[in-house]
């Protein structure tokens, strides 16, 4: 193995094709180039959205007009919504990582259409350049939310047609992603990798691009429709010309809620396999943990209606929507319990990937129990649309995907450019990080439960406490970021080098590959004959 | 590819018969739409789209010959398809 892995000076950095300075990235149709690409605009896109949240709560942080006023914060919070939800959540582990680690991981020299794949960034790009001129032509910034409800987004004067445009061109990237993965997952699969020593990581990529693929089209149709009933007034979503506004909730979280599974199931896919590298021990229920994977993305599709129950939706949907909502937590609380079980009496290393790993597995259990509050009619009559919502799905989607996407950042992007962080700064990155993030998002659910309603500049005085800790806390949470960022930023360029297999991996991107990866990523194809777990057979001992 | 050449080529009646079976289901569907069926008025109208689209999907886009992994993943997306319409009727009709 050891002549394989060899490192030969910069791997892929080496290899440009031949081309210069930035044509080297933009026109590559290497997937390590383009998750590369990915990554960085994305961690652009997620320091933007961080900006805006710290307006939002600068705003709040006592009862009256504070900085933003009413109009300025209606923006706010959509163009938060909109940059973190398309540009950071959706592409974040999948395209980033996805692109970076998964063709590696299955003994593949790329994935299937690499042009394609290139096409995705650009569409992404394309998209991303679109939704910031929306906020600076036309009406100005888009002040919907990040859900475009009618009547409201085919009234407002704002530029909701650009916005709406600059995501139904995000969502061909997602679908092209997705129809590669499925294919390269598919198709080019090393020898003796077979469908039950795919890494987990993979698997999730697998479920999540079906969801991409079947569930992205409905959102391109659904904001077709709203340009349609913008510019020429079809009169689809009015009741005045026979349509239905209701219908516009339906055909939107036909996408969005499986979309909440292309956020969290990469991410689940993630800590699937930190937790076993780190516990030194083969993950426990690998079966049922890549099983569960397809399940969430199965149930998953079918449970839209629970974001509609107050909509005046009929009796009927809401029973069938909120026992199918139950369902989900089944899968979901199988992956928990396998992460837990794989710890016990595992000999556990307490490195920042697998600190941010374990983050996630609270943090996603406190968002996702919060989850069956919401889910159960009679207890989401009480808090939906309060702040207990907005506390629910920041657990979830940000102590969720957001700190996965941090463990995979940590895991995985030293092997990409062959140099790494200072553990002890990740650490206390990482501490600050969760104070901040817990302070932060637990005074939302507790105000929730009192009833402070979401998308408001002002609220009652009787909140005005708990909202001054959580923006104090968003200060603590916002310097943990930086102090992450920067470390990580500069290991990268400047850290300690780092080796081939430092954690002790026994999946390809471990074994089989230097450090930095070559071009094609292997020198010959690598013929695999153990689990990507299966650290004895392996014969691997991390490094340092 | 050679593999992918073989047994797809379909002759000129087989094609004739589809086209003039598409045809036929249009003049059906007009003629569906001036009878008032009430609720089945959707029911009929899905139900002939459907019947037109498998022909086009089977021998136009040659799904008919394709390996059975296709056929499943096609199958796939038209079942979630049917799943996301159904399932907005449990709101639609109840209403």
Request: hydrophobic share 55%; net charge neutral; proline share 5%.
């Amino acid at each position: 193995m050891s002549d394989v892995t060899a490192t030969s000076g910069r791997g892929f950095w080496d290899n440009s094709g031949g081309r210069s300075g930035l044509a080297a990235w933009i026109f590559s149709t290497d997937h390590k180039r383009i998750g590369l690409m990915y990554f960085w605009s994305i961690v652009i896109f997620f320091l933007v959205g961080v900006m805006l949240g710290l307006l939002i709560r600068l705003e709040l942080i006592a009862p009256g007009v504070n900085f933003l006023g009413a109009q300025r914060y209606n923006a706010t919070f959509t163009l938060h919504g909109v940059i973190m939800i398309f540009l950071f959540i959706i592409p974040g582990v999948p395209a980033a990582f996805g692109n970076l680690v998964m063709p590696i991981q299955i003994g593949a020299e790329d994935v299937a259409f690499p042009r394609l794949n290139l096409a995705s960034f650009w569409f992404y790009a394309i998209g991303a350049t679109l939704a910031l001129v929306s906020l600076f032509t036309a009406g100005g910034a888009p002040d919907t939310g990040w859900t475009f409800y009618v009547p409201f987004s085919t009234r407002t004067t704002t530029n909701v047609s650009l916005a709406v445009f600059a995501v139904f061109i995000l969502g061909f990237s997602g679908i092209l992603t997705g129809m590669n993965f499925l294919t390269t997952v598919h198709r080019l699969r090393a020898p003796g990798m077979t469908w039950t020593r795919l890494p987990l990581f993979t698997w999730s990529l697998y479920a999540t691009a079906w969801v991409q693929v079947l569930a992205t089209p409905v959102l391109a149709i659904t904001l077709v429709l709203i340009m349609a009933e913008r510019l020429v007034g079809t009169g689809l979503f009015d009741p005045a010309s026979g349509g239905d506004p209701i219908m516009y909730q339906h055909l939107f979280w036909i996408y969005s809620h499986p979309a909440v599974y292309i956020m969290i199931l990469p991410a689940m896919g993630v800590i699937s396999d930190i937790i076993p590298v780190f516990a030194r021990k083969p993950v426990f229920g690998y079966k049922a943990i890549a099983i569960s994977s397809i399940a969430i993305a199965a149930a998953g599709s079918l449970v839209w209606g629970h974001h509609m129950f107050t909509s005046g939706m009929s009796d009927m949907a809401v029973l069938v929507f909120s026992l199918l909502t139950f369902i989900v937590a089944i899968p979901s609380a199988i992956k928990v319990f396998n992460w837990v079980s794989t710890l016990y009496k595992g000999s556990i290393r307490l490195d920042p990937p697998m600190v941010y790993a374990l983050s996630f597995v609270l943090l996603f259990s406190i968002g996702g129990l919060g989850g069956l509050i919401l889910g159960a009619p009679g207890t989401d009559v009480h808090v939906h649309d309060t702040y207990f919502v907005v506390g629910h799905f920041h657990y979830v989607m940000f102590g969720g995907t957001g700190f996965a996407f941090f463990a995979a950042m940590h895991y995985w992007l030293p092997k990409y450019y062959g140099r790494t962080y200072n553990k002890k700064v990740a650490l206390w990155a990482w501490g600050l990080m969760f104070i901040g993030f817990n302070f932060l998002y637990m005074p939302m659910q507790i105000l929730g439960m009192q009833g402070m309603p979401r998308r408001y500049y002002d609220y009652v005085p009787k909140f005005a406490d708990l909202n001054l800790l959580a923006t104090i806390s968003s200060w603590v949470l916002a310097a943990g970021l930086l102090l992450m960022f920067a470390n990580v930023f500069y290991g990268l360029f400047r850290g300690k080098p780092f080796g081939t297999n430092p954690w002790g991996g026994a999946s390809l991107e471990w074994t089989a590959t230097a450090t930095p990866p070559l071009l094609e990523n292997f020198t010959e194809e690598p013929i695999v004959t153990h689990g990507p777990y299966d650290f004895k057979q392996a014969g691997v001992r991390a490094d340092d | 590819m050679s593999e992918h050449d073989k047994g797809h080529i379909i002759g000129y009646p087989v094609l004739i018969a589809v086209w003039l079976a598409l045809l036929i289901l249009t003049a059906i569907t007009v003629a569906a739409a001036q009878i008032d069926l009430g609720e089945l008025n959707i029911w009929v109208a899905l139900g002939i789209a459907s019947v037109k689209s498998s022909l086009v999907i089977a021998v136009f886009m040659h799904m008919k010959y394709e390996k059975p992994l296709f056929q499943v993943f096609l199958l796939v997306a038209l079942l979630t398809l049917a799943i996301f319409i159904g399932f907005t009727f449990f709101d639609v009709l109840y209403r």
